[in-house]
């Protein structure tokens, strides 16, 4: 039904930038939270950015003025923009995309985004 289809991870020097891209299908997203998480080696999954349909933003603190997410809502795509990026930002990226009325969420199958020299 729902699918998400990531793209744009991979390896990344120190300082330098990715960005990733997620398309949605299966269903209208009108009333969907979309975002993008993340999970490193011994840490939790997080919430790294997520986006209303009408543009509204937020970010976990360790990426505000690094990172920027966007929306399509014509498209059902959500991007991820992350700039400066450093070794801490290794992990496996999640595109995730959640009814606003139901709860119900929708997952990805992860990207890994590798910052290392």
């Known amino acids: 039904q729902v699918h998400l289809v990531e793209s744009g991870g991979g390896l990344a020097q120190p300082g330098g930038s990715l960005r990733l891209s997620c398309a949605a299908s299966?269903?209208?997203?009108?009333?969907?939270?979309m975002g993008w998480y993340r999970q490193a080696p011994g840490k939790q999954r997080e919430l790294v950015a997520r986006?209303?349909?009408?543009?509204?933003?937020s970010y976990t603190d360790s990426v505000k003025g690094r990172f920027t997410i966007s929306r399509d809502n014509a498209k059902n795509t959500v991007d991820l923009q992350m700039i400066s990026l450093t070794p801490e930002d290794t992990a496996v990226y999640f595109c995730?995309?959640?009814?606003?009325?139901?709860?119900?969420?929708?997952w990805g199958q992860g990207t890994q985004v590798t910052v290392s020299s």
């Open positions: 299966g269903s209208d997203f009108s009333l969907y939270f």
């Open positions: 995730n995309v959640q009814n606003s009325l139901t709860f119900r969420s929708y």
């Open positions: 986006i209303t349909s009408s543009g509204v933003s």
